[in-house]
Antibody
């Protein structure tokens, strides 16, 4: 059974970057994709992007303006999400989640999820 | 982009009630829809995928239906543990868009 454990909360200044980690256990890491989804305070959920370590491929939400970078370290079963040029609107809980799809779907749903990492952007 | 609209935004109900939440897509998404439950301070938890397939370990009082543009999540016999926020998510498009959520409150 896959478990995802994320790094701890961060407080960052506007304009800086943050790198959040997500360590997977319980299954072959490279056999599935990992997505990042964020949730601003009191708001809904927004998919940010994914990595598929087996193929070394990444996909990002179309309005990310190149600020999101997702990488993977297969030796440690860890995925990283780096968000640059931080602004106050980036204050949110960031979740990693495993991608799941069936034989006929082009895209995926998410299960399980990490516990979430709160990132606060404040001067 | 596909827009996902849930209704109602908030629902007040009592233990034992049958509750229905609707999710509408701005264009057809076949049956590529998932439902999640989220409790305060916790990560979302998968309930249903492919519109009506119950995730393992999820109580059978949860059920999903629909195809195309209109979908429902039904809780038959609301339990105290079910008071939470519920989200739908389409996976017919690259953006994998979520609905805005439906909060189920105690009446």
């Amino acid at each position: 059974q896959v478990q995802l454990v994320q790094s701890g909360a961060e407080v960052k200044k506007p304009g800086s970057s943050v790198k959040v980690s997500c360590k997977a256990s319980g299954d072959t890491f490279s056999s599935f994709g990992i997505s990042w989804v964020r949730q601003a305070p009191g708001q809904g959920l927004e998919w940010m992007g994914e990595i598929i370590p087996m193929f070394g491929t990444t996909h990002y939400v179309e309005n990310s303006q190149g600020r999101v970078t997702i990488t993977a370290d297969e030796s440690s079963n860890t995925v990283y999400m780096e968000l640059s040029s931080l602004r106050s609107e980036d204050t949110a809980v960031y979740y990693c989640a495993r991608d799941l799809r069936d034989d006929h779907s082009s895209f995926n749903w998410f299960d399980p999820w990490g516990q979430g990492t709160l990132v606060i952007v404040s001067s | 982009d596909i827009q996902m609209t849930q209704s109602p935004s908030t629902l007040s109900a009592s233990v034992g009630d049958r509750v229905t939440i609707t999710c509408r897509a701005s264009q057809s998404i076949n049956t590529w829809l998932a439902w999640y439950q989220q409790k305060p301070g916790k990560a979302p938890n998968l309930l249903i995928y492919k519109a009506s397939s119950l995730e393992g370990g999820v109580p059978s009082r949860f059920s999903g239906s629909g195809s195309g543009t209109e979908f429902t999540l039904t809780i038959s016999g609301l339990q105290p543990d079910d008071f939470a926020t519920y989200y739908c998510q389409e996976y017919n498009s690259y953006s994998r868009t979520f609905g805005q959520g439906t909060k189920v409150e105690i009446k």
